[in-house]
């Protein structure tokens, strides 16, 4: 069977998956779940009936890193996967306590105890690391991108159009250049586009990237 990819556009978990999915050239079917109104098909694959959920004929995997990390390993034609160690540290310092941060001053309301100006600071200490890192190079590993790359990308694009202006204004500059490369890069033209909500007895869509 075409892997089933259950996924939100607009979800930074999502368009890790549906990276590594075009980077390997994997089509899947493409199944675009709206979060306030999660189709019983959806919740009767997804353990954590969150996105992104990829099924395929014997496995289910919910976890956007095992998705990348399931497509790679059966083609990596970019070599995402030769990177050193500390891109792994990289990856599980994003997914902790920068995004932690993150949905902190992003969702700030919907915490009492969370104080916008004090999250953004805190996630500010892991950009200037990111930024250190690609100082005169194009990517935090060279001139190419790296499993690295794709995972942070779309959590620090998540950060920046929480208030553009004043990531713009800030001392960043490497990290600003790496960030609109993606962004205006056909990559990730290729992962955004729209998708109708999916529902039980939709003709299938297809995704390749």
């Known amino acids: 069977m075409t892997p089933i990819l259950y996924s939100f556009r607009r979800c930074p978990y999502a368009m890790r998956a549906r990276l590594g999915l075009t980077s390997a050239g994997i089509a899947v079917e493409l199944r675009e779940v709206v979060l306030r109104d999660k189709p019983a098909a959806f919740l009767n694959t997804s353990p954590s009936g ?26 990596d034609p ?43 600071a805190k996630a500010s200490t892991h950009l200037d690391t990111l930024n250190t ?4 190079q194009d990517w935090f590993f060279g001139a190419a991108p790296r499993l690295a790359d794709l995972a942070i990308l779309p959590f620090i694009r998540q950060f920046a159009m929480t208030d553009k202006a004043w990531f713009d204004a800030q001392d960043w500059p490497h990290l600003q250049r790496w960030l609109e490369t993606f962004l205006a890069s056909p990559r990730f033209a290729a992962i955004m586009a729209k998708y109708p909500q999916w529902h039980e007895g939709d003709a299938p869509i297809f995704f390749s990237g």
Not at 51 to 72: F, N, R, Y
Not at 87 to 116: E, N, S
């Open 78 to 120: 970019e070599s995402l996967l030769d990177m050193p160690d500390e891109g792994h540290a990289l990856i599980a310092a994003t997914d902790g306590p920068f995004k932690t941060a993150l949905d902190r001053y992003k969702y700030h309301t919907r915490y009492t105890d969370a104080d916008r100006d004090t999250e953004r």
């Open 50 to 75: 969150t996105v992104p959920c990829l099924k395929t004929d014997d496995t289910i995997l919910d976890e956007s890193l095992d998705i990348m990390l399931w497509a790679l390993a059966q083609n």
């Open 133 to 136: 890192l690609l100082a005169g």
